[in-house]
């Protein structure tokens, strides 16, 4: 069985740099073994892939690239946070929002471009419950945003003697 890493690496991807704060908040956040991730965009080298309404200016599968991309940096602001991708127990949830056309119905089509990246890299620890909402706009004009919470391995305690 391969590691997260090894997964990655036959994908042809690489875990980016952990994107800088656009406001006043973290890129992941640690409360015991869960981590919060803070909305991840689908930049590249903080630039946006796409910009637009999802069904209007952006097409569902450029959106559901997107997805996959920020899905991408959410994964390395937790593996920043816990010192890899080994670090991960399981993904417990991913919210991915969606800046739609107000005709657009095809959110979810749209959050299995994350979900699918994440149970490629990450086998049955990447299965995890799932939201995927419309929503107006987004920060920056972008197409999709990703939230994960994720469990993590337990880091041991010393005790003292």
């Known amino acids: 069985m ?90 417990v949830k991913v919210v991915v929002f969606v800046a739609s056309d107000p005709g657009f119905t095809g959110q979810a089509q749209v959050a299995n471009g994350a979900s699918e990246l994440i149970g490629s890299v990450l086998g049955d620890a990447g299965r995890h419950a799932r939201s995927a909402v419309g929503t107006a706009v987004l920060p920056l004009d972008s197409p999709v945003e990703v939230e994960l919470v994720v469990e993590v391995r337990a880091t041991p305690t010393i005790r003292a003697l």
Request: aromatic fraction near 2%.
């Open 2 to 91: 391969s590691s997260p890493a090894e997964r990655l690496a036959e994908l042809g991807l690489t875990l980016p740099a952990v994107a800088a704060p656009l406001a006043a908040y973290v890129p992941a956040v640690r409360a015991g073994d869960l981590v919060f991730t803070s909305g991840q965009l689908p930049s590249v080298e903080g630039r946006l892939t796409a910009t637009g309404k999802v069904g209007a200016e952006v097409s569902p599968d450029t959106a559901a690239e997107c997805a996959r991309l920020a899905a991408l940096n959410a994964l390395a602001a937790v593996a920043a946070e816990v010192g890899g991708l080994g670090g991960i127990a399981r993904v």
